[in-house]
């Protein structure tokens, strides 16, 4: 199932400053060849559920690896079964 997903991830205890580890986020979601967008609160993904799921819980694994031992995560996603549709998709309707 295709989805257009809109994930925040936040480690948890490492102080103010995230950015050492969103850097290591944003990398592996690049490898995974999904079509994504970074927003200044998270990241905008499309692709099927099982791959983006992957990618999350991949990016939750290599936090754990680097020593964040609490990862706050939010997953907001939405499906369109009548006809495909992606990101350029959805803000191109409401281009003017």
């Known amino acids: 199932m295709k ?3 809109d994930l925040c991830i936040v480690p948890m205890g490492v102080g103010p400053s995230v950015s050492r580890y969103i850097r290591e ?11 994504h967008v970074m927003h200044a609160n998270g990241t905008n993904i499309e692709g099927e559920m099982a791959a983006v799921t992957a990618v999350v819980e991949a990016c939750c694994a290599r936090l754990t690896e680097l020593g964040v031992e609490r990862v706050f995560c939010t997953l907001v996603f939405s499906t369109r079964t009548d006809k495909p549709q992606t990101m350029a998709d959805k803000l191109a309707a409401i281009a003017d």
């Open 3 to 5: 989805i257009i997903a």
């Open 25 to 35: 986020v944003r990398d592996i979601i690049e490898a995974s060849g999904l079509v």
